[in-house]
């Protein structure tokens, strides 16, 4: 079996017939049978041939032999027994590697090692389950594998948090952590139409760079103020950051001289703050952290 068969509705139909495949929803599961937004994927990777990839969510195999044609190794994640015994029956590829496993739960290093990775070019392609595409974002992101590039299928609306600016709705925690890490890029918008069975809502192809972040603030402290700042969205940065400056011992006087010296505000919250601000007033605390 090849993509250019799974691709096909008629396919995918029969193959669900054939093993009485029934979706289950706590997995996430819809199948792309697109070829244009499928190739979209494949190109916003930007493999090589020598390199290898790994993949969260095999599903019938439909992007993992797409992406098996232009790398060197396909090692592609699968939670779903089912799924799991359909694709182990049905590949023919010599270059993919299936794992059986949860890949939140699972050590990604060990996986590639253990299938014959060696410190090749690296990249991630997923299109991911709604219901755990932050989580693996940030795992993808915060592990020490050398990524070129992280390719995901998520919901538009994550998406558009993703790359949003400071005073819009869609800016928050994720926004920040993720432009800490990365480079961010909206490959293509994908309608609900292309996949079997429909999800519920639109999604999007997005493409993360890693790069070692430009700011030089202590990373545990940046967060842990960003994540204060955004613990209480309504509130002002001044109350939202009330906890978190009294265990560092630092007044509401002197975050407000703070807000001063960088020309905010005293009313200003979180949502108004570039990264940079951020790593600013960070930079600031920890002069006056005792």
């Known amino acids: 079996m090849n993509y250019e068969q799974l691709i096909s509705p008629r396919t995918v139909k029969a193959i669900m017939d054939e093993y009485q495949l029934r979706f289950k ?7 792309l ?8 994927i ?3 990777a930007d493999l090589t041939s020598n390199q290898y990839v790994l993949e969260i969510g095999t599903g019938l195999g439909t992007l993992t032999h797409a992406l098996a044609q232009h790398c060197h ?3 592609t994640m699968e939670i779903d027994p089912d799924l799991i015994q359909i694709f182990t029956e049905l590949n023919r590829q010599d270059n993919i590697k299936l794992i059986a496993d949860d890949a939140l739960a699972s050590d990604w290093q060990i996986v590639l090692q253990e299938a014959g990775w060696k410190g090749e070019r690296l990249s991630l392609v997923a299109n991911l389950p709604y219901y755990i595409t932050s989580p693996l974002i940030m795992k993808a ?6 990524f070129a590039s992280i390719v995901v299928m998520v919901q538009k609306e994550v998406a558009q948090r993703l790359q949003a600016a400071p005073q819009t709705k869609d800016y928050g925690l994720l926004t920040l952590i993720v432009n800490y890490y990365a480079d961010v890029e909206i490959v293509t918008k994908v309608p609900r139409t292309v996949f079997i069975p429909p999800p519920e809502v639109d999604s999007a192809v997005v493409k993360l760079t890693p790069r070692p972040s430009v700011l030089t603030v202590d ?4 967060f842990a103020v960003m994540r204060s700042a955004f613990g209480q969205r309504r509130k002002t940065l001044k109350n939202t950051l009330k906890p978190l400056l009294q265990q560092w011992g630092i007044s509401a006087e002197e975050l407000e001289s703070i807000l001063d010296e960088m020309h905010l505000s005293v009313d200003v919250r979180g949502e108004a703050l570039s990264l940079d601000q951020f790593g600013q007033l960070t930079q600031y605390l920890l002069k006056l952290r005792k």
């Not at 992101?141 to 050398?146: A, H």
């Open 73 to 75: 190794k396909v090692v």
């Open 25 to 31: 929803k706590r997995f996430g599961q819809n199948f």
């Open 219 to 222: 990373k545990n402290a940046l």
């Open 141 to 146: 992101l915060e592990s020490s594998l050398p």
């Open 42 to 44: 494949v190109a916003a």
């Open 33 to 40: 049978v697109d070829r244009h937004i499928l190739e979209k």
